[in-house]
Every structure is written in structure tokens, then in C-alpha cells.
């Protein structure tokens, strides 16, 4: 059995990777910011966990970790005159701070697994440039950065990747897909012509943590419909 910790497990996409991992017979450590969610499976324990107040602290956690998944982020699409300097650093912190000061806190854990594996969450924004995503490309850009430098620090003993989705339909969308109009357009614009669900994410982030992809770090890995590398 594996440790594993998925830092934002209440919603979406660590929601259902919690749950994935779980069956396959794992040991989940989930955290959740106000609410905790009903438990899915007798293999996770949530934790309250809060990524943006330096008081907060993990606890209970083993020795050893398999691995580890930072979730949290946000998604505000805004002309960039309309973003105020602060609004960036707030993203930064939630999004690329957070995950820099959980993985300091757990890298002595993960040290002591001789394949441990962490998975971190960019977007299809960074490296297509889309408009009114500034915001989110900023920061997401910074953990592209992380991905790469974590990874030749940390190699052979560590492995870091990243994954890069489209527009996934979880609580986090919930706005840009709150009608049947945007949730076909959205669709439209992929080339499979449909949007990501958490489970299309979960899986990616699942076989990332496993023996299956330990031939493998570094990587920034599309999951997005085809939308980064066709034209139909």
C-alpha cells in the first residue's frame, strides 16, 4: 500500500483522484479548506488544511509518502486593465506559493520512498496564449518553472510532472459552463468536442504517481481535447 497526499481532495478533480487511488487500494491523506466532504472510501483520511494561512499545518501524516498532489487554484477570466497588481499576487500565492510551502514541509517524507512522485496543475493557457488569461497564465507559467527546476534537483529520487488540462467541468468552471449555450461552445472549441471531466484528469494524475510513468519527470503533459496541438 501507498501513502499518498492530495492537497485540495474536497472538489473536482482531487475529489475523484482521491477516490481513484483509494480503490485501487491506496492510503489517502486529503485535505479540504472549510468543508469536509462526506468520506468516499474507508482508505482516506480528510484533513483540514488551509494552503493560504501560514498558521495552518498538516498533521498525521506516515513517515513515508508515495507521493503528492497540489490542487487548489482559481479561474478568473478578466480583461488585463482590469486586473489589479494585488489580484496577481493572490493568485500566486494561492497557486504557487501554497504548493511551494506544502512540498518544503513534505519533502522529508518523500525522501524516504525510493520512487516518490509529485503532481502538479498547470493549464493549456501558458503555452497557447488565450485571451482574458493572465491571471491564471501567470501563475501557472511559475509552475511549469517549478516542474522543470524541482525535477533536476530532485531526479532520480524524486520524479515531478505537470499536467495541463482545458476547461474541465468541476466546481472551480462552474461559471463559464453554467448554461447548456456555453457548455456546447466550449465543447465546440475542442477537437473531441466535448469538455474534460475529473475523471479524464484524475486518470492522467493517477498513472503520474504510479510505477507505470517512472520512466518519466519533468514533463508537462496536455490533457485538453486536443485543443493545444489541432486545428479541425
Known sequence: MSHYLIIGASTGIG???ASQLAEAGHSVIGTYNSHKPE???SNIDFQPFDVLDSESTLTSLPDKLSGVV????SISL???E???PEDFMRDYQ???VGAIRV???VMPKLKQSTEASVVLFSTLAVQTGLPYHSLVSASKGAIEGLVRA?????APGIRVNGIAPSLTDTPLAASLLNTDQKREANAQRHPLKRIGTASDIAHMAAFLLSDKSSWITGQIFPVDGGMSALRV
Open 94 to 96: 494561492l497557486q504557487v
Open 39 to 41: 468520506t468516499l472510501h
Open 82 to 84: 482590469r486586473i489589479k
Open 150 to 154: 524541482l525535477s533536476a534537483e530532485y
Open 15 to 17: 475529489y475523484e483522484l
Open 78 to 80: 478578466r480583461p488585463f
Open 103 to 105: 512540498l518544503q514541509f
Open 70 to 73: 497540489y490542487c487548489p487554484g
